[in-house]
């Protein structure tokens, strides 16, 4: 099985639909997986480790019901086989508070979730083409 | 025989005891104690018996013996003696009833340093002591209060011994005297009330008074019987009935027209509390029986006295104390503690004898009673704040420490103070008047000085006993020690209400910060939980527009208004997660350079308001002191709405300037636009409240909201001018420190 392009945890049906057109509007190559919630997050991840189908960008939502999207960055980042996964935290909150701690704990960037569709698509296109280049150029 | 002279300068110490004299009804013969050889004897004994009196004085008592049993073969004078001084005491002995010459006579017996003293006087049989003294005692007691116990035992004691006049005289605190009751026969000027000097009865007089409870001057007029005695030492004659009187004394009696005294100590707690004085016009003589029956009603007073001051002071202290508790509880019931304190029926002034009060309380000054005026009271007040070495303070002179006071010493010539702050000058005073200035003197108190033979200054007692009228100045009724301890409980109670309500104040304070912590925190939960629906709302608005190519053109208008909507509410979003930021961030103090500031401010206004025709005036600009980002927000509000209400003046202007003044730095922010309606003055600062004249133009009313609440966070002032149409200046002002 293919590795997926982007991991994507969100627990709102709304923008997991939202992401879903936005990406493929991006490019409709891009492979997309998502999780609903913190446990089905970490399972899903380690499956894919064990498969050696580590995805190339993982977008976490911060809140998150029972297991927060820092407690999965924490999981991702005690796996050897993901340390240089890019983790995005992506979140409504635009407080200084969660920005640091989510930096603090690894994470790779911080976006806050646009709003509406039309800054969602320049948001990914951009994060798409920055890391997936960036990523490209790496290896 | 003495040879003291009395004078000025020793009046204190005229040796009385030591007379060398009796008086001359009765007669005496001292006797060693040891050897029973007769030492001393009245020159007057051979008026009783047959004996040349110069004889006796080293003869044995044996000599003195064989004369008396020739009148009376009962009498062994010896073993009486020896009796005595086996028990140590002649109280059992006394009075021994002997007859000489066939009349009835007591031999009163006395042992003073080694000397015993025999006197012999005569026994009348005309009263039934006994009885009238039960009779007297129950009469007496019947007596519901003090005055009325004072009154009936003057009454008791003149029915049993006769004499004209009967006073209870009462020592006052500086050593005065005053005749508190009286019974006396009608034809006589009353005494009653009359003051007399403390040297009237001096200090060693008093001291015998103490040591012998009835003293009798039987007939001033007589003659005094001289001692004849063959020993150096003159004879001590404390404990003799029949010691002759002070020759002042003496004299003092005449002036007054008074022939024969009688007194009764009064003692209450070991202290000489008063005297039962009782004056003859006329020689009168009681007997030894009577003599100590009128002493056991002095007794049996002095323990009642004891009993009804205590009783008479506990009920006065349980007065102040139901007072102090029916203060404390009107403190619990009433929100005002100077309500409590002065306007119900007992008022702080009832914790005392006091006759007006003031409290000063948080800056004002509150009347009860009589007291001087406020403006008085207040300065008295400053100078006990500065005088005040304890949390209380009494005087009953006070216009001799406090000069002012003279001015009002009719109404305060005593207070008592009581500190409930000294920082606050908070403070409680009991005034009490300036007493009854008028003290009615048994006739002049000074003495009046005689030169002597040798041009000495010689005391003479005064002539005059017309009541003499003195002006006591300055002085009022004294303190006592229940009067400040109810104002000190008084003190405490007060002191704790106030304590309590501060505590209520303080935990209000803070329940309401919490509240405000609380309305922050919800706001800005509140407002986060709005965005994500607010985003779906618009994304899936903006996706419609995107992916559904056949929808008509008035579906699309529709569409674009929600979008706008969202975009709408996601502003006001913001603007309140803002303010609550402004709430709740920390206030990091710098010095921030204002210059750069206002012009990077100007730049991104005009680019984000698309102003490029405003003319932005930039003059002084004075650093301030705050947190750099808030100083920021504060100063891109006011310009921000400066440019966006001069927009439609066709040249819009903002002039920006600082002034240093005062301790603070005030920035003016003067537009030209549309102006405010100043009557809706205090509504501009409100969260969401935007003028009439704005409705086209874009805005929440959160910015100067916003503006307020920094500059108070500041410990600043923002306020504004305004005139319709002409423009609006607004002032910030930021202290210095």
Redesign the interface.
Known sequence: MKAPDIFYVED?P??VF?ME?AIQEIGDNLVLRVASDGQEAISSLKRLIDEKTVPKLILLDLNLPNISGLDILRFIREIPAMKTVPVLLFS??DSPKDVRASIEFGANAYVT??????K?LQCIDSVQKFWFNHHLRVN | MSTFQADLTNCDREPIQIPGKIQSHGFAVAVAQKTLIITAVSDHIGSWLPVDPDTLPGSPLSVLENLLTKHDDNLSVTQLLQLGLQRQSFDAINPHAITLAGASFYLICSLNKGTILLEFEPASLEYDIQGSVGRSASAMLGGKNLQALLHSAATEIKRIIGYDRVMIYKFLEDGHGEVIAEEKEAHLDSFYGLHYPASDIPKQARALYKLNLTRLIADVHSQDAALLANTEEPLDLTFAQLRAVSPIHIQYLKNMGVASSFSISLIAHDQLWGLVACHNYSPKYIDYKAREGAKLLGQILSSALEYRQEEEDADKVAAFKSSAAMLAAYLAKDKNLVDALTSHERTLVNCTEAHGAALLFENTVTLVGQTPAETEVLALAAWLKQNMGDSVYHTHQLPEIYRPASAFKEKAAGILSCLISRELSEMMIWFKPERISLVQWAGNPEKPAEPGPEGLMQLSPRKSFESWTQEVRNTSERWTQEEITAVLSLREIVIADINNKATAIRTLNEKLQAAYEELDTFSYTIS?DL??P???I??????LL??NFGLNESSRKMINRI?AG?EKM?FLIREVLNLSKVGRAEIVMTDVEMGPLIGEIAQEIKTAMKAADETIEVGATPPLRGDRTMLSQVFSNIIGNGVKYSSKNPAPRVKINGVVAGGETVYSIADNGIGIDVSYYDRVFELFKRMDNVADIDGTGVGLAIVKRIVERHQGRVWFESKLGTGTTFFVAFRNR
């Open positions: 709102d709304d923008y939202f057109n409504t909150s979730k646009p709003d509406g569709y039309e969602l | 986060h965005r994500t607010i985003t779906s618009r994304t899936y608005a903006e996706m995107k992916t979008v969202t996601n």
